[in-house]
T-cell receptor, first 110, second 115 residues
């Protein structure tokens, strides 16, 4: 059965800290790994990763994929209170079904 | 930026009633999805739709559920006889369809409450 596991489930940090969120996956005919940020309702897209070892960056956020070990990490440096959200990882299968993990709830304290 | 729109944002219904959740995917997208998220739980795949037919569906998507693309723009999810456990946030999503661009765009969701 396809599955995506995220860790930790929740995390509380102070502003300025760096956090690393983990995502492991087991998906039939894996195609890509996507990260989303969910604040109130709709998940908003952060990154899509298809190749191992190539870091994607956007401001203070970065992500990398390891297709051999079947995991991805999302790093956030110099965290701000606005980074507080649930971060979702999703893996797409050969049939373009996107399987989501349970998410990591990040709370950044001022 | 183009977006997926969903209506209504909230829907309250009595158990056993039929509901239709509506979505307008991004206009040039070819693949459409419904997901649901029960409060505090993960986003769960319900169904994917392409070329006017279901591509794949999950175990959750039983005979009580159906999807339709009645015209060139709308994509609907119907629940025939709602149960208490159908209470959840339902997200519509779409993607362009090119194999090099698999980014999935989500709508803001419909919060369904079954009483």
């Amino acid at each position: 059965e396809d599955k995506v596991v995220q860790s930790p489930l929740s995390l509380v940090v102070h502003e300025g800290d760096t956090v690393t969120l983990n995502c492991s996956y087991e998906v039939t005919n894996f195609r890509s790994l996507l990260w989303y940020k969910q604040e109130k309702k709709a998940p908003t897209f952060l990154f899509m990763l298809t190749s191992s070892g190539i870091e994607k960056k956007s401001g203070r956020l970065s992500s990398i994929l390891d297709k051999k070990e079947l995991f991805s990490i999302l790093n956030i440096t110099a965290t701000q209170t606005g980074d507080s959200a649930v971060y979702l990882c999703a893996a797409s299968s050969g049939t373009y079904k996107y399987i989501f993990g349970t998410g990591t709830r990040l709370k950044v304290l001022a | 930026e183009p977006e997926v729109t969903q209506t209504p944002s909230h829907q309250v219904t009595q158990m056993g009633q039929e509901v239709i959740l509506r979505c307008v995917p991004i206009s040039n997208h070819l693949y459409f999805y419904w997901y649901r998220q029960i409060l505090g739980q993960k986003v769960e795949f319900l169904v994917s739709f392409y070329n006017n037919e279901i591509s794949e569906k999950s175990e959750i998507f039983d005979d009580q559920f159906s999807v339709e693309r009645p015209d060139g723009s709308n994509f609907t999810l119907k629940i025939r006889s709602t149960k208490l456990e159908d209470s959840a946030m339902y997200f519509c999503a779409s993607r362009l369809g090119q194999s090099t661009n698999e980014k999935l765009f989500f709508g803001s969701g419909t919060q369904l409450s079954v009483l």
